[in-house]
């Protein structure tokens, strides 16, 4: 057995044993001996699992890291592919993205998760640095290999924007919103932002990497301006970060087949009743240069649908600033 399967095996064990369990019923169970059960036990206390060790009895599981262990982040997932297959975890990287970028071109399946407990080098839209604290947030990248039209791929982000608001609402009940295109919102301060990269052909996409940054646990004075996170807005002393990620990650499955099969239009509505844009005015810094206006629709492509001093303008991508 694989050393990371035996820890999970060990792990398995425990959970479904809510008393003591003993060196030799592991060691039987597993195949391995008490003494190899044992250095695995010790191993996953340095990571950070605490257990009850009673003579005569065996070990208790008293808990477990927020850490994103690939066995932790597997245990009561329900997804198919999103996590189910790959979950490569860092302690840091540069940048989720850049790491799974590297793993798709050299063949990583759809669903493959790169996912690190801080970057050095986190990416926003822009070229603007996504600001990653050690051990309090979510970063993580998703590879995708959707069969769509290339004009399709700039909606990804509006749907992982409607999955993660839908997730904080589930296991936070607090409220959250969409800022078109590609952030999410909570108590008027930004908790996380999304970042699509491709490589594509001229009629085809090779793969998708889609990047999601969540500040959950971060303190204030680790926030940039205008960002809040989901320990501010909730008032706990913590959350716990692999719970949501496994949520996050069963309601994009969700959203994406949904779009993958019936497009943007399928999730046009929803995307709409979580918007923090609609009936807004805006200003847009686009390629074509700054527009104001009012924000009157999102339509089926998409596009965010302006009125600019009477003139109806359809706008696919842009940096937006809401306005008094």
Known sequence: ????????????????????????????????????????????????????????????????????????????????????????YFDSVVSTNDVAYEY???????????????QTGGKGRLGRKWISPCGVGIYFSVVLRPSLALESIPTIPLVAALSVV???????????????????????G??????TEMKAQQDKV???????????????PDLPEGGTSLKLETGKPALERVRLLRTILCMLERDYGIFVSGGFAALREKCKKYSIVLGKNVKI????????GTVLDIDENGRLVLDDSGTERRIFSGDIEMCR
Request: charged share 25%; glycine share 10%; proline share 4%.
């Open 1 to 88: 057995m694989a050393e990371k399967d035996l820890k999970t095996g060990i792990l398995d064990l425990l959970r479904n044993n809510p008393e003591h369990v003993s060196g030799e019923a592991m060691s039987a169970e597993l195949g391995v001996s008490r003494a190899y059960v044992w250095k695995h036990i010790t191993e996953m206390k340095d990571e950070g699992y605490n257990f009850e060790a009673v003579p005569n009895l065996g070990y208790k599981l008293l808990s477990v890291p927020d850490k994103f262990f690939e066995r932790e982040i597997k245990t009561g997932l329900s997804t198919v592919a999103l996590g189910n297959k790959t979950v490569h």
């Open 190 to 195: 930004k908790v996380c932002g999304i970042l």
């Open 206 to 220: 090779d793969f998708i990497i889609l990047g999601i940054g969540i500040n959950v646990n971060t303190d204030k």
């Open 166 to 188: 839908e997730a904080i609402q589930s296991e936070t009940g607090i409220t959250a919103g969409i800022k078109w295109p590609n952030d999410v919102f909570c108590g008027g």
């Open 285 to 292: 810094a686009s390629p074509k240069g700054e527009i104001n």
């Open 104 to 118: 798709a071109e050299h063949g990583a399946p759809e669903g493959d998760i790169v996912i690190a407990e801080t």
